[in-house]
């Protein structure tokens, strides 16, 4: 069996894809806000700055930066999905996640995009924007911004 081996930089900035263990469900848009009472329990605990996210059906992806010295980022990612498993009363999720450390300014803005044209590329809208579980809203504010 190949052993996954997980990268740590402390402070560094991570994608992560978290799923469902059945694939078919609607389980986390179903559940929106019980998923970002998770994600702010969190971020209370264990503080990281939340880059990008889009909340699908099944899945979830994220690109996150960690505090300086800090590299704990398996940490968050149990805890977020324990306390929706607390709450749901039963765990939906798959035992493993993906992690990407992102590498430089290209890498973060390509992992940027695929993570905020996620619904699209999965045919659940035509348009990001119209996508209303996505941090792309908040990127378009700000860069509506004079």
């Known amino acids: ?6 990268h740590f930089l402390p402070g560094g900035t991570y994608f992560f894809t978290i799923t469902l263990r059945d694939r078919t469900a ?4 179903e559940n929106i806000p019980i998923l970002r009472a998770a994600f702010r329990d969190t ?18 992806h994220m690109l996150c930066t960690l505090p300086e010295g800090d590299a704990d980022y398996p940490s968050r990612i149990r805890r977020i999905k324990s306390y929706v ?19 430089d300014d290209d890498d973060f803005r390509h ?4 993570t905020h044209y996620n619904p699209v590329h999965h045919g659940l809208v ?9 941090s792309l809203h908040r990127v378009a504010r700000m860069e509506a911004k004079p």
């Open 26 to 29: 609607s389980t986390l848009t």
């Open 43 to 60: 971020r209370r605990a264990l503080p990281f700055r939340m880059d990008a996210i889009c909340i699908l059906p099944d899945h979830v």
């Open 126 to 134: 035509s348009d990001a924007l119209d996508w209303p579980y996505t």
């Open 111 to 114: 992992h940027a995009d695929y």
């Open 1 to 6: 069996m190949v052993r996954y081996r997980r």
């Open 85 to 103: 498993s607390r709450t749901l009363g039963f765990s939906p999720w798959q035992s493993r996640y993906w992690e990407h450390t992102i590498r």
